[in-house]
């Protein structure tokens, strides 16, 4: 296994593709990769998403997006999920989840975007703003 990131592999390739352009000295395969090229890619490759978005289901896609609209934070959460065990009511399947998927949960919450498990849709909580 390599240390490398994706970041140094796409750079690597991205000067050989730069390479490839001025070494076939214009054999019909048009323009030489510029600069301006090259920062524009690394421009679009900083702004996308990660690879490997977060999975969850819809409903708790749904319970995340309603806790944001309404100014909920993630310690009300944990909270509501610690008082799982003292109440006597049965808990809810959005909070079983929480509780045995928490980090997960923490992450999409923080991240503020993830893939729905069920649609395979990306939701960005920004958009939903």
């Known amino acids: ?3 490398e990131t994706k970041r140094d592999v796409f750079n690597d390739l991205l000067e050989e593709l730069a390479d490839a352009y001025i070494t076939l000295e214009g054999e019909g395969i048009g323009d030489e990769l510029t600069n301006e090229d090259k920062q524009a890619y690394l421009k679009d490759y900083d702004n996308a998403l990660p690879d490997d978005l977060l999975v969850i289901p819809k409903s708790i896609s749904e319970y995340i997006k309603n806790l944001h609209k309404f100014h909920r934070d993630l ?3 944990f909270g509501m999920v610690r008082d799982l065990g003292i109440t006597r ?4 399947g959005v909070l079983v989840w929480v509780t045995h998927n928490i980090d ?3 992450r999409a919450w923080l991240l503020e975007v993830w893939k729905i498990k069920e649609t395979g849709e990306i939701v960005k909580l920004e958009d939903e703003k």
Request: aromatic share 8%; proline share 8%.
């Open 1 to 3: 296994m390599s240390n």
């Open 75 to 77: 310690v009300d959460v």
């Open 89 to 92: 009511t049965e808990p809810t």
């Open 104 to 106: 997960t949960f923490a």
